[in-house]
């Protein structure tokens, strides 16, 4: 079944703006992961948020979860131009396996 | 910073031949995955292995395919005979707890 599903599918801003796309998901979960993919690239960890967790922050990132409507947002603040790429959450029901949503597509213009 | 890599980057291959992928993991990390990206789709999961054996695995994950760590360093993933819709991006992951770092992936591509 879907885990995580991305919203929105696309987002285009420009250099300096901030970025938010959320995640939803649909059984309950550990964690819940963000990673990031270059065009044609792999898979970058950026934040892990644990269920028991509501907020965190990595440098310009800020990841919330609210596991009563089981959605996560990501925030970038002041993005570059090498922050275009897609974000992708992902969802663990046990250790074993990732279940990840279909990404948003973020194009940072200059 | 230690990173998963894998070899090769790209691999053609015509339809019905085996092919093996090789990915170096972290070398502290204990859990190691097998994941795909058919072009424009989804990350998908196909397989976890931990203690060296297989812990989970997909539905896609059938008879075709199988790992191993055949020196307990490299992890590899074999499918036996390629089909078309095997052509995607393969992407090994590992993980010593709950994160999961992924390699830059394989390309496929089966003609």
């Known amino acids: 079944s879907q885990q995580g599903e991305e919203d929105p599918q696309a987002l285009s801003i420009q250099e300096g703006e901030n970025a938010t796309m959320n995640c939803s998901y649909k059984?309950?979960?550990?964690?819940l992961q963000w990673y990031r993919q270059n065009s044609g690239r792999g898979l970058v960890h950026l934040i892990l948020?644990?269920?028991?967790?509501r907020e965190k922050h990595s440098g310009r990132l800020r990841v919330t979860l609210d596991t009563s409507k089981k959605s996560s947002s990501l925030l970038i603040t002041a993005s570059r131009a090498a922050d275009t790429a897609s974000y992708f959450c992902?969802?663990?029901?046990?250790?074993?396996?990732?279940?990840f949503g279909a990404g948003t597509t973020v194009t940072v213009r200059a | 910073e230690p990173e998963v890599t894998q070899t090769p980057s790209h691999q053609v291959t015509q339809m019905g031949q085996e092919v093996i992928l090789r990915c170096v993991p972290i070398?502290?990390?204990?859990?190691f995955y097998w994941y795909r990206q058919i072009l424009g789709q989804k990350v998908e999961f196909l397989v976890s292995?931990?203690?060296?054996?297989?812990?989970?695995k997909s539905e896609i994950f059938d008879d075709q395919f199988s790992v191993e760590r055949p020196d307990g360093s490299n992890f590899t993933l074999k499918i036996r005979s390629t089909k078309l819709e095997d052509s995607a991006m393969y992407f090994c992951?590992?993980?010593?707890?709950?994160?999961?770092?992924f390699g830059p992936g394989t390309r496929l591509t089966v003609t």
């Open positions: 059984t309950s979960i550990n964690n």
């Open positions: 948020i644990r269920s028991n967790e």
């Open positions: 070398s502290n990390h204990l859990y």
């Open positions: 992902a969802t663990d029901l046990n250790d074993y396996k990732l279940s």
């Open positions: 992951a590992t993980g010593h707890s709950y994160e999961q770092y």
């Open positions: 292995f931990y203690n060296n054996e297989i812990s989970e």
